[in-house]
Nanobody, 122 residues
Framework: QVQLVESGGGLVQAGGSLRLSCVAS????????MGWFRQAPGKEREFVAA???????MYALSVKGRFTISKDNAKNTVYLTMNSLKPEDTAVYYC????????????????WGQGTQVTVSS
């Protein structure tokens, strides 16, 4: 049974940093795309970042240059380091995994975590 568990969310002031972690279990994810999405109150869930099986990262324009995605295959863990946080980054952040090359299409992701809340105060 595949399980994704996120952690690391919390309350931070604007300009601050957080690092989210997502531990995947149930299979080996070395050939999967591991991604992060977020959903702000009253908005649809949106793509944030993803890392391919070859360690190629992809980012949404809104976070490029501020967020960094990385993974540790030995630990089946993907990280999202978030710097220069803004109030508009406030959302529930979800980890997800999928097979295949497409990285930003939400409905192609096969497994999802339960989410972790990130709140950025102004």
């Amino acid at each position: 049974q595949v399980q994704l568990v996120e952690s690391g969310g919390g309350l931070v002031q604007a300009g601050g940093s957080l690092r989210l972690s997502c531990v995947a279990s149930g299979r080996t994810f070395g050939t999967y795309v591991m991604g992060w999405f977020r959903q702000a109150p009253g908005k649809e869930r949106e793509f944030v970042a993803a890392v391919k099986w070859n360690d190629t990262p992809m980012y949404a324009l809104s976070v490029k240059g501020r967020f960094t995605i990385s993974k540790d295959n030995a630990k089946n863990t993907v990280y999202l380091t978030m710097n220069s946080l803004k109030p508009e980054d406030t959302a529930v952040y979800y980890c997800a995994v999928k097979r295949g090359p497409v990285v930003s299409t939400e409905n192609l992701y096969e497994y999802w975590g339960q989410g972790t809340q990130v709140t950025v105060s102004s």
